[in-house]
């Protein structure tokens, strides 16, 4: 079955890095558009960064300049760069690949103190 499972969450101080991964199905991996989304408490879920099996990437406004999304097709696994965190950061994130349906990673939370 198609299985996304995240990993790399935990807690930084502002200003610090963080790398998430998420593995993805090697089935479905190579034609799918794969994201991340994060959802923090109190607030709807959102779409964080998005890549194309093309290369296009797509962010939100509130990470532009401080997050990259990128894909190692080798190891069927999609990242997110997260630097220079912010407290409003905070949040579960969420892996996320379409094909002919959408599949959800269980998340990872990011915790980020100021």
């Known amino acids: 079955q198609v299985q996304l499972v995240e990993s790399g969450g935990g807690l930084v101080q502002a200003g610090g890095s963080l790398r998430l991964s998420c593995a993805v199905s090697?089935?479905?991996?190579?034609?799918?558009?794969l994201a991340w989304y994060r959802q923090a408490p109190g607030k709807r879920r959102e779409l964080v960064a998005r890549l194309s099996s093309g290369g296009t990437t797509n962010y939100a406004d509130s990470v532009k300049g401080r997050f990259t999304i990128s894909r190692d097709n080798v190891k069927n696994t999609v990242y997110l760069q997260m630097n220079s965190l912010k407290a409003e950061d905070t949040a579960v994130y969420y892996c996320?690949?379409?094909?002919?349906?959408?599949?959800w990673g269980q998340g990872t939370q990011v915790t980020v103190s100021s």
């Open positions: 090697r089935s479905i991996f190579s034609r799918s558009v």
């Open positions: 996320n690949t379409k094909t002919r349906n959408d599949y």
